[in-house]
């Protein structure tokens, strides 16, 4: 996935099949959005933000190039008890 490199553009990317074609905008406001299907609007444009603590994480954010990488990894699962364990551990249950 390729994005602009600009502080006020936008990068398009559409589904496998092409039916589906999401946008993403930046400019002096943050991150805003779209969404269609086949042409029709499914999601209008609409901002995109985060805020924690009362900060707007999104607040002048930029599109950079995006790099990509091919990871090829294996996990071997054990069984049901060592898995439930696991997210036991991660959630601190």
């Known amino acids: 996935m390729a994005l602009l490199s600009a502080s006020c553009g936008s990068s398009a990317q559409k589904s496998p099949s092409g039916n589906i074609r999401a946008e993403v905008f930046a400019d002096k406001e943050g991150l805003s959005y779209s969404v269609t299907h086949d042409g029709r609007t499914i999601i209008d444009t609409s901002a995109m ?3 924690f603590d009362g ?3 999104f607040r002048d954010a ?3 190039p995006a790099g990509t ?5 294996t996990y071997s699962v054990t069984g049901r ?3 439930l364990g696991f997210i036991g551990e991660c959630l601190n249950v």
């Open 49 to 51: 933000g985060v805020t």
């Open 62 to 64: 930029v599109l950079r």
């Open 55 to 57: 900060t707007e994480l």
């Open 81 to 83: 008890e060592e898995i």
């Open 69 to 73: 990488r091919k990871i090829n990894e």
